[in-house]
């Protein structure tokens, strides 16, 4: 992580993160077509009042 005036500027990842990131950004489906792997963490966030 890089910083300006103390404060979180920049961060430096490898190319094989920031494109499994960017893959996961445009990962949109229906609800009703909502992969079984998302859903406990869906539940999860709706609980936690996320």
Known sequence: MVTKNGRPRTVLLSVE????????????????DTPEQFLPEIERLARDGA
């Open 17 to 32: 993160e920031y494109e499994r990131l960017k893959q996961r950004d445009q990962l949109a489906f229906r609800a009703a």
